[in-house]
């Protein structure tokens, strides 16, 4: 089935740097979301992008659909504690209402 | 708040026993999924439905059934329960026809020993 290849798997900072993380596949998608789920918790939406090339924030967070339509880029400004969790991009899958998850990114942030 | 509830929230089985997780929502919603999550797997589709009575597999179905009777309910059943499937268990929603854009319930955290 298709698969998404979401790096790094996991990413140690300081409190106020930028992280990036990425997602891959070898399939094009229509739709890409990203996600973030705290501990004890289900995946929360942060960010949709329904466009090639399309660049989209919300707050310090910024998501891109690369023009290839197979890959995303999830970048997130000046981290703050309440940063820390796994990060989860998605895809549409192509004809059908459902998604395809990445592996995930786990972030920790030290202060 | 997409009006998602999910019972059990916890739930401890023996090998063998059958086990139905429940999903409710409460605004009428067509699309409704059901995942499990395993560290370094992501979030894995088991099944869906896109109205009453209407469902699909998704790419981890073996061991798996799911019935919509009504609306607002998709069950999810483990006929047999296997350690393998100890796993947390999320339910989803899309909140139109057209939209991709799923949004989760708390999970229920399913433990077969």
């Known amino acids: 089935g298709q698969q998404l290849n979401q790096s790094p798997q996991s990413m140690f900072i300081q409190e106020g740097e930028d992280v990036s993380m990425n997602c891959t596949s070898s399939?094009?998608?229509?739709?890409w979301l990203w996600y973030k789920q705290e501990p004890g918790e289900g995946p929360v939406l942060l960010i949709a992008l329904y466009k090639a090339g399309e660049l989209t924030s919300n707050g310090r967070l910024t998501a891109q659909f690369g023009i290839t339509r197979k890959d995303s880029f999830l970048n997130i400004s000046a981290s703050i504690p309440s940063d820390v969790g796994i990060y989860f991009c998605?895809?549409?899958?192509?004809?059908?209402?459902?998604?395809?998850f990445g592996q995930g990114t786990r972030l920790t942030i030290n202060p | 708040d997409a009006g998602i509830t999910q019972s059990p929230r916890h739930k401890v089985t023996e090998t063998g026993t059958p086990v139905t997780l429940r999903c409710h929502q409460t605004e009428n919603h067509r699309y409704m999924y059901w995942y499990r999550q395993d560290p370094g797997h992501g979030l894995r589709l088991i099944h869906y439905s896109y109205g009453v009575k209407d469902t699909d597999k998704g790419e981890v179905s073996d061991g798996y059934s799911v019935s919509r009777s009504k609306t607002e309910d998709f069950l999810l059943t483990l006929e047999s329960a296997t350690s393998s499937q100890t796993s947390v268990y999320f339910c989803?929603?899309?909140?139109?026809?057209?939209?991709?854009?799923?949004?989760f319930g708390p999970g229920t955290r399913l433990t077969v020993t």
């Open positions: 989803a929603i899309s909140l139109t026809s057209g939209s991709y854009e799923q949004y």
């Open positions: 399939s094009i998608f229509n739709t």
């Open positions: 998605a895809g549409q899958v192509q004809g059908a209402q459902k998604l395809v």
